[in-house]
């Protein structure tokens, strides 16, 4: 019997994706329409126009991820979903789509968790079982720690008390005049800085049991840096230098957070392999800095490559794993926006 294909939809942000993939975890096709253009002049994603995009995008997309496969709808054996978390709007387009194709089609629903997906790409990236493993997933809405015994077992451990990583990068890279999307502006602008001219603070580093993040300090603390408080915020750009150091001392505040947090956390819970998973994943000074600290550790690190660190719908490869425990949903299935802890 030929392996199971599925068809995985993607719309939990601001990328509408669709990608074809096979129960030997192949890739058949991989489709991602970004909105980078339409959100660029707002400095952030605005959920209203992130849905109505959606829905211009998610029925041409998902011909093309069908089409690029070289399969027909009717040979589809599921269509998988992202329903939790994301912004609401952008979810529910993505969930109706997959209803539509469903009742259409004939075929079982399947519904993903997009951050149990970002760490499967780490399994899809390696060919290989990772489990059991730490999950650090970083992204722009998202900054947290699971316990993952299985692909389907995952326990949130902690995560972010305010901001997420990503949205503080993007805010910093703001702050500096930098060109949205700010992440990775602001990792290029940081190469020529030195990371220690500010001091910036480094939150619960020293509180090995507190498996939390903050980084809403550490953003006050850069806007200090760039005027005394109680004094306007000059408008950018500002010097070169001043702007290259200021970048690299922030992202290295970040940065020693994550991975000193992940080596905590990983200790803690007696793993061997953390997965490192989301779109600040792809940042490669903090790829560089937590690979060191695994290999002194005598830790696994997997990091999916840069194209399954965005979003994209080669996340949902983790409904396979459902399809084989057949553990499908009814057609009234429901978006959940919010974080599950």
């Known amino acids: 019997m030929p392996p199971p294909l599925i068809l995985c939809l993607e719309s939990t942000c601001d990328e509408t994706a669709a990608a074809v993939i096979d129960g030997d975890l192949r890739v058949l096709s991989s489709v991602v329409a970004s909105q980078e253009q339409l959100h660029a002049r707002y400095g952030g994603v605005v959920p209203e126009i992130a849905s109505r995009a959606h829905v211009e995008r998610i029925l041409p997309v998902i011909d093309e991820a069908v089409t690029r496969a070289g399969v027909a709808l009717a040979d589809l054996d599921a269509i998988a979903v992202a329903n939790r978390p994301g912004l609401a709007g952008s979810l529910l387009v993505g969930l109706m789509a997959a209803k539509a194709l469903c009742l259409a089609l004939d075929k079982p629903l399947i519904a993903v968790n997009h951050l149990a997906g970002h760490i499967y790409a780490g399994r899809v990236a390696a060919g290989r079982d990772i489990f059991p493993c730490l999950g650090l997933v970083v992204s722009g809405g998202h900054t947290s720690l699971y316990r993952c015994d299985t692909a389907l077992e995952q326990r949130f451990l902690g995560g972010t008390i305010d901001d997420a990583a990503g949205e503080s990068f993007d805010k910093v890279a703001s702050l500096l005049g930098l ?163």
């Open 179 to 341: 060109p949205y999307p700010g992440g990775p502006q602001l990792e290029r602008v940081a190469r020529g800085g030195n990371p220690r001219q500010y001091a910036f603070p480094r939150s619960f580093i020293r509180e090995p049991e507190r498996r939390q993040f903050s980084f809403s300090g550490l953003k006050t603390a850069v806007r200090y840096a760039l005027a005394p408080q109680g004094t306007e915020l000059p408008p950018p750009p500002f010097p070169a230098r001043l702007t290259a150091d200021i970048a690299a001392s922030f992202q290295q505040a970040v940065i020693d957070c994550l991975v000193i947090k992940a080596i905590q956390t990983a200790r803690q819970e007696r793993l061997s392999t953390i997965c490192l998973a989301g779109g600040v994943a792809a940042n490669q000074e903090l790829q560089r800095q937590l690979r060191a600290a695994c290999n002194d550790e005598k830790l696994e690190l997997i990091v999916p490559p840069r194209e399954l660190c965005t979003d994209n719908a080669v996340l949902g490869a983790i409904a396979i794993e459902r399809y084989r425990g057949g553990l499908f949903e009814k057609l009234d299935l429901e978006i959940f926006p919010g974080l599950e802890r």
